[in-house]
């Protein structure tokens, strides 16, 4: 059985909540790490549509007809296979010869700051790329792929499959594809520039996991 995000363990500084505790780094003690109302239809439905996802992606199956897990069948229509469909398209378009694929892979970011995370899937090809890929299902807020904290997070994380490559990793290419919105769009980074907001933020991080400012 595929865990509900409600079973799965979740990290005291979650990369999905980055961006509130790298702004305030108190705020992580005054409110949950993980904001998503697991108890909404909405995140139900975002559940069962991500574990489709892994499904198909890990037994090479296509969306509009592969068996549905059973404890989500409720959810299981035409329109969200469709969006499924377009989300296991884009992962394989950027699948390169000889390339590894990782599906709702775990990712120790800054182990000793408890930030941790699970990457929809990550592609780390034989040319010196990594590309990270993170399903949004939702139909409401459009989700930017620019300065998108939780993606450099996954990026960093990201790195520790860089001796899978060929070659030493030169680019981390982060992706949103959130089919409902018709919004799939990606950024490149450079390992420098990663390197460089890791520099720049780690204190935040690091004030976070302490607790050390004061909330605002």
Same mark, same amino acid.
């Given at each position: 059985?595929?865990?509900?995000?409600?079973?799965?363990?979740?990290?005291? &500084? +979650?990369? +999905?909540? +980055?961006?509130?505790?790298?702004?305030?780094?108190?705020?992580?003690?005054?409110?949950?790490? /993980?904001?998503? @109302?697991? =108890? +909404?239809?909405? !995140?139900?439905?975002?559940?069962?549509?991500?574990?489709? !996802?892994?499904?198909?992606? !890990?037994?090479?199956? /296509?969306?509009?007809?592969?068996?549905?897990?059973?404890?989500?069948?409720?959810?299981?229509?035409?329109?969200?296979?469709?969006?499924?469909?377009?989300?296991?398209?884009?992962?394989?378009?950027?699948?390169?010869? =000889?390339?590894?694929?990782?599906?709702?892979?775990? #990712?120790?970011?800054?182990?000793?700051?408890?930030?941790?995370?699970?990457?929809?899937?990550?592609?780390?090809?034989?040319?010196?790329?990594?590309?990270?890929?993170? #399903?949004?299902? =939702?139909?409401?807020? &459009?989700?930017?792929?620019?300065? /998108?904290?939780?993606?450099?997070?996954?990026?960093?994380?990201?790195?520790?499959? @860089?001796?899978?490559?060929?070659?030493?990793?030169?680019?981390?290419?982060?992706?949103?594809?959130?089919?409902?919105?018709?919004? #799939?769009?990606?950024?490149?980074?450079?390992?420098?520039?990663?390197?460089?907001?890791?520099?720049?933020?780690? =204190?935040?991080?690091?004030? !976070?996991?302490?607790?050390?400012?004061?909330?605002?």
């Amino acid at each position: 059985m595929v865990p509900t995000k409600s079973e799965k363990e979740h990290a005291k &500084l +979650s990369p +999905s909540a +980055s961006e509130r505790w790298l702004e305030c780094p108190a705020s992580i003690f005054r409110a949950p790490a /993980n904001d998503e @109302d697991e =108890g +909404s239809a909405a !995140a139900h439905e975002g559940t069962a549509a991500h574990a489709f !996802a892994e499904y198909c992606l !890990a037994n090479n199956r /296509n969306g509009m007809t592969a068996l549905f897990p059973e404890q989500y069948k409720e959810y299981d229509t035409p329109e969200l296979r469709m969006h499924i469909q377009t989300y296991l398209e884009y992962v394989m378009r950027h699948m390169e010869p =000889g390339a590894e694929l990782f599906v709702e892979q775990r #990712l120790e970011i800054f182990k000793q700051y408890e930030v941790f995370g699970t990457a929809d899937a990550i592609i780390i090809t034989k040319s010196g790329v990594i590309h990270v890929i993170d #399903l949004k299902y =939702g139909r409401g807020i &459009l989700v930017d792929v620019e300065e /998108n904290t939780q993606l450099m997070l996954y990026g960093v994380g990201g790195l520790a499959f @860089d001796w899978l490559s060929n070659v030493p990793v030169h680019t981390i290419e982060v992706h949103i594809v959130q089919p409902r919105r018709n919004n #799939l769009v990606s950024k490149t980074y450079a390992v420098e520039e990663i390197a460089a907001w890791v520099r720049e933020n780690i =204190g935040k991080v690091k004030r !976070a996991f302490d607790g050390t400012d004061e909330a605002k």
